[in-house]
């Protein structure tokens, strides 16, 4: 709203070189032919100045306190936004350089959206599933915010009669912090059918870590001190003698997240997929946020660049360091550079008028604070001269 200032600068040398008995004398007497029905202040429309106290002669209007504007410097992006609505120079902003922490940019490309002086370059990239690793096991799913990722559910079982209780399979589960597998039996063990005089000792020759003993006319001994459970002497035993270890799965606390089944050589692990296609990440939807990187724990997403890649950059010549790339950076990638000359923002109370300017300029961050007082008309005291109407920038003061 614009002040009127040519009004205001008339009434105001009016009353200056006016003298006190022409003041009360004249405007009683004009007053008393004036026709209005009385004056109301707009709460909406005022601003709390107090610029109407000074020309009310009849302390016809009550005004608790001047309003108060404040920078709240840990909202403040030092944009300069609010320097720049002020009239009166009452504001400093000293702002800042911004350059990308290449580091820690993930080219997501949120900097570059936001920026609407095109300022930032980012590199068009994706993000993709190397199947043959993924483990289907969801959490990459969880971790996307935009919901630009699909993982078909499946089921994993154990075939026992493959399994050769290596143990593999449960380190990897604890490893997901899960406990479905646990070892039934831990111990190899040779059984009555071993026929020491009729083998070739197949066995101590496919056992690379010495863990096998066989003595002239008795069963082979195995060490489970040197034991790894490899199970080459169960498959090298002709007669089938060697009992292994046993693993067992319980299924109502195995998640299906598939660690297991990685870590199988002996595909004991049986992965069934309940449903069709295969792990995809939607491009159209996927703003490159990395965060299902990071949430993978078998590490097959990747970002792939273009050919013509090039880290993001901030171009110092268009760049209007008004500083709203910062906060829709979630990996802290965009660094403020300050001046030699910086200081934090202020409002010199001396200069504000309480316009209110800066606080409309700041309507996106809201990092004015504003304590606003509005004046009210004492009717009794008040003589309907609308002196004070007059001399409102703001249009705030009307008749009834």
């Known amino acids: 709203m614009e002040p009127k200032n040519e009004r205001r600068n008339f009434i105001r040398k009016s009353l200056i070189f006016?003298?006190?008995?022409?003041?009360?004398?004249?405007?009683l007497s004009s007053c008393a032919k004036l026709s209005y029905a009385g004056l109301r202040i707009d709460p909406d429309m005022c601003t709390g100045c107090?610029?109407?106290?000074?020309v009310c002669y009849?302390?016809?209007?009550?005004?608790?306190?001047?309003?108060?504007?404040?920078?709240?410097k840990s909202t403040c992006l030092e944009c300069g936004k609010c320097m720049e609505a002020c009239e009166e120079e009452a504001?400093?902003?000293?702002?800042s350089d911004y350059i990308i922490d290449t580091k820690k940019c993930t080219d997501c490309g949120a900097c570059r959206d936001i920026c609407e002086y095109?300022?930032?370059?980012?590199?068009?990239?994706?993000?993709?599933?190397?199947?043959?690793?993924?483990?289907?096991?969801?959490?990459?799913?969880?971790?996307?915010?935009?919901?630009?990722?699909?993982?078909?559910?499946?089921?994993?079982?154990?075939?026992?009669?493959?399994?050769?209780?290596?143990?593999?399979?449960?380190?990897?589960?604890?490893?997901?912090?899960?406990?479905?597998?646990?070892?039934?039996?831990?111990?190899?063990?040779v059984q009555n059918k071993c026929k020491n005089h009729e083998c070739n000792s197949e066995c101590v020759s496919a056992c690379e870590y010495g863990a096998i003993t066989k003595y002239?006319?008795?069963?082979?001994?195995?060490?489970?001190?040197?034991?790894?459970?490899?199970?080459?002497?169960?498959?090298?035993?002709?007669?089938?003698?060697?009992?292994?270890?046993k693993v067992v799965l319980d299924k109502t606390s195995c998640v299906n997240c598939g660690a297991c089944f990685l870590v199988c050589d002996f595909e004991a692990v049986i992965r069934t997929q309940l449903e069709e296609g295969e792990p995809h990440i939607n491009k159209a939807l996927c703003d490159n946020c990395d965060e299902c990187v990071t949430s993978c724990p078998h590490d097959?997403?990747?970002?792939?660049?273009?050919?013509?890649?090039?880290p993001a950059v901030i171009h110092q010549d268009t760049c209007e360091k008004c500083g709203e790339c910062v906060p829709v950076c979630t990996h802290e990638a965009i660094l403020k550079i300050k001046p030699a000359n910086y200081a934090e923002p202020f409002i010199d109370e001396s200069k504000c008028n309480?316009?209110?300017?800066?606080?409309?300029?700041?309507?996106?961050?809201?990092?004015?604070?504003?304590?606003?007082?509005?004046?009210t008309i004492v009717d009794e005291k008040c003589v309907n001269c609308t002196k004070c109407e007059q001399y409102c920038s703001y249009d705030a003061i009307k008749p009834l």
């Open 18 to 27: 006016a003298g006190a008995a022409t003041v009360t004398g004249t405007w």
């Open 50 to 54: 107090g610029d109407c106290l000074e």
């Open 58 to 72: 009849y302390n016809a209007i009550n005004l608790a306190g001047k309003s108060e504007y404040n920078i709240n």
């Open 91 to 95: 504001i400093h902003v000293v702002q």
């Open 118 to 189: 095109e300022a930032i370059t980012v590199s068009a990239v994706y993000h993709e599933i190397l199947t043959d690793g993924c483990a289907y096991c969801g959490d990459c799913v969880a971790s996307c915010p935009q919901k630009a990722i699909s993982i078909p559910a499946v089921d994993i079982t154990l075939d026992e009669e493959i399994c050769v209780g290596c143990g593999e399979c449960i380190t990897a589960c604890n490893a997901q912090g899960h406990d479905a597998i646990v070892y039934e039996r831990e111990e190899y063990s």
């Open 216 to 245: 002239a006319g008795n069963a082979a001994i195995i060490d489970m001190s040197k034991c790894t459970r490899c199970g080459k002497c169960v498959s090298a035993c002709p007669h089938e003698a060697i009992h292994p270890a």
């Open 300 to 310: 097959v997403i990747c970002k792939v660049e273009p050919e013509n890649y090039a």
């Open 354 to 375: 309480r316009c209110g300017k800066c606080f409309d300029a700041c309507d996106k961050w809201n990092a004015i604070d504003r304590q606003l007082h509005a004046a």
